[in-house]
């Protein structure tokens, strides 16, 4: 069966490398893909905003499968484009369809749903420009630090966690009035701030049932220590060694289930990955937020620990026989280090020669995340250039590894947090 990835990261690096494992895979094809996943998947040239395009590369390639990496393509409909098409309803699309994609979508759809069927969640309020001095006076109301939220899609950016008011203020006028983050940011979400440690959360779900899929936690700012800009996530650790039995098992009654009797009751026709962003807040988990896909680079280490085939568990979801489905994990520790170009997550150059590649350990995997050929160089292509992942019987001995061989691999104004897991450390856990 042929199955066509849609994508150019790391994420969707991962998703080919695992796909391609399987021997009911006969042929991988990553749309636009990058420098890296042509090893396991062959380059479609094809603009996967336009699904028109992509719906006639899917017919003349015979694909039987579509996974969706990005949200963009859910949340603009990819889904239904293929379900409403008489010659692509038969594909099997791995994600949601446009309502059940709102739940990342929007943050104020997501803090109603969240409201709306009990699940636990910071307290907020939602503001437009119009109503920009309501907006201000919340503000003035709330205890600091307090976390401000653009609406809409914002890869990853759109959160300001203020620590006083005029930072706060600030954050409000970029976003409602100067619409630093476009239509994204034309409603902003003024939200309690949450005093805990995050975790990161996912299933394969088909509205109904579910497969519990390997924990991480993501480490989003661009300095040590958890400082200065929020990014698109410079590292990742699984398993969390606070996610313990006791944790997950109220992930799963509080969080997960009403989740999906949530769906079920607004009729959202969801099948695909739900990523659930939780906060641990002494021992209890509350949502800061929903993604309708995989995560970046969560995927870099959950996909490792996974011993399935992952065809087969999504066969399992057209099948809608997750509920039966025994996942196999690696008990190993996955950790990921992100190689970012200097200036990120501002302004970068690109085109700057890579090396070192050929010195990286055999037991380290290397995901593409923004790289590309030219004239038999590689260069890098993006913000966030590689993710580098590593396992091991400890969380040290993965860290080591990954750290490493990030240090081999090199190019100008190259960066990466040398801290990933320094946190879970200091907790003695």
Same mark, same amino acid.
């Given at each position: 069966m042929?199955?066509?990835?849609?994508?150019?990261?790391?994420?969707?690096?991962?998703?080919?490398?695992?796909?391609?494992?399987?021997?009911?895979?006969?042929?991988?094809?990553?749309?636009p893909?990058?420098?890296?996943?042509?090893?396991?998947?062959?380059?479609a040239?094809?603009?996967?905003?336009?699904?028109?395009?992509?719906?006639?590369?899917?017919?003349?390639?015979?694909i039987?499968?579509?996974?969706v990496?990005?949200?963009?393509?859910l949340?603009?409909?990819?889904?239904?484009?293929?379900?409403?098409?008489?010659?692509?309803?038969?594909?099997?699309?791995?994600?949601?369809?446009?309502?059940?994609?709102?739940?990342?979508?929007?943050?104020?759809?997501?803090?109603?749903?969240?409201?709306?069927?009990?699940?636990?969640?910071?307290?907020?309020?939602?503001?437009?420009?119009a109503?920009?001095?309501?907006?201000?006076?919340y503000?003035?109301?709330?205890?600091?630090?307090t976390?401000?939220?653009?609406?809409?899609?914002?890869?990853?950016?759109?959160?300001?966690?203020?620590?006083?008011?005029?930072?706060?203020?600030?954050?409000?006028?970029?976003?409602?009035?100067?619409?630093?983050?476009?239509?994204?940011?034309?409603?902003?979400?003024?939200?309690?701030?949450?005093?805990?440690?995050?975790?990161?959360?996912?299933?394969?779900?088909d509205?109904?049932?579910?497969?519990?899929?390997?924990?991480?936690?993501?480490?989003?700012?661009?300095?040590?220590?958890?400082?200065?800009?929020?990014?698109?996530?410079?590292?990742?650790?699984? /398993?969390?060694?606070?996610?313990?039995?006791?944790?997950?098992?109220?992930?799963?009654?509080?969080?997960?289930?009403?989740?999906?009797k949530?769906?079920?009751?607004?009729?959202?026709?969801?099948?695909?990955?739900?990523?659930i962003?939780?906060?641990?807040?002494?021992?209890?988990?509350?949502?800061?937020?929903?993604?309708?896909?995989?995560?970046?680079?969560?995927?870099?280490?959950?996909?490792?620990?996974?011993?399935?085939d992952?065809?087969?568990?999504?066969?399992?979801?057209?099948?809608?026989?997750?509920?039966?489905?025994?996942?196999?994990?690696?008990?190993?520790?996955?950790?990921?280090?992100?190689?970012?170009?200097?200036?990120? /997550?501002?302004?970068?150059?690109?085109?700057?020669?890579?090396?070192?590649?050929?010195?990286?350990?055999?037991?380290?995997?290397?995901?593409h995340?923004?790289?590309?050929?030219?004239?038999?160089?590689?260069?890098?292509?993006?913000?966030?250039?590689?993710?580098?992942?590593?396992?091991?019987?400890?969380?040290?001995e993965?860290?080591?590894?990954?750290?490493?061989?990030?240090?081999?691999?090199?190019?100008?104004?190259?960066?990466?947090?040398?801290?990933?897991?320094?946190?879970?450390?200091?907790?003695?856990?």
């Amino acid at each position: 069966m042929n199955v066509l990835v849609i994508g150019a990261g790391a994420r969707e690096h991962a998703i080919a490398w695992k796909l391609s494992q399987s021997e009911f895979c006969d042929q991988v094809f990553v749309a636009p893909g990058n420098a890296g996943t042509t090893k396991f998947g062959t380059t479609a040239a094809v603009d996967i905003h336009d699904f028109e395009e992509l719906g006639k590369f899917a017919a003349d390639f015979n694909i039987m499968m579509v996974v969706v990496g990005p949200e963009n393509s859910l949340v603009e409909g990819i889904h239904d484009y293929f379900a409403s098409s008489e010659f692509l309803k038969h594909i099997l699309v791995i994600g949601p369809k446009k309502a059940g994609a709102m739940l990342e979508g929007s943050k104020d759809f997501c803090k109603a749903f969240l409201q709306k069927y009990n699940i636990p969640t910071a307290r907020y309020q939602s503001f437009t420009e119009a109503t920009f001095k309501d907006a201000v006076e919340y503000l003035k109301q709330q205890s600091f630090p307090t976390v401000i939220k653009a609406d809409g899609l914002a890869a990853g950016k759109g959160v300001i966690i203020a620590q006083d008011y005029e930072e706060g203020f600030d954050a409000l006028e970029a976003m409602l009035r100067n619409k630093r983050f476009g239509n994204a940011s034309s409603k902003v979400v003024i939200e309690e701030y949450l005093q805990g440690i995050e975790v990161s959360v996912f299933i394969l779900t088909d509205g109904k049932d579910y497969v519990l899929l390997p924990e991480a936690k993501d480490y989003k700012r661009i300095g040590e220590g958890d400082t200065g800009l929020n990014t698109g996530g410079m590292g990742a650790i699984s /398993p969390v060694p606070f996610a313990d039995e006791t944790f997950m098992q109220k992930v799963k009654e509080r969080v997960i289930e009403p989740t999906l009797k949530g769906m079920q009751a607004e009729n959202l026709d969801y099948s695909g990955f739900l990523f659930i962003g939780l906060m641990n807040v002494n021992g209890d988990p509350y949502v800061i937020e929903y993604n309708v896909r995989l995560g970046d680079p969560e995927t870099e280490v959950i996909l490792p620990r996974i011993k399935s085939d992952l065809f087969m568990m999504f066969k399992a979801l057209h099948d809608h026989t997750l509920g039966e489905y025994k996942l196999e994990l690696d008990p190993r520790t996955a950790t990921t280090v992100i190689l970012a170009s200097g200036g990120y /997550p501002e302004g970068y150059e690109k085109g700057k020669e890579i090396a070192g590649l050929e010195n990286v350990s055999e037991d380290v995997l290397v995901f593409h995340a923004g790289t590309s050929k030219v004239n038999g160089k590689l260069l890098n292509n993006g913000g966030r250039v590689f993710a580098v992942t590593a396992l091991g019987d400890t969380m040290e001995e993965a860290l080591e590894k990954a750290n490493a061989a990030a240090e081999a691999i090199t190019w100008q104004d190259r960066y990466y947090r040398r801290d990933i897991g320094f946190d879970l450390r200091k907790l003695n856990v």
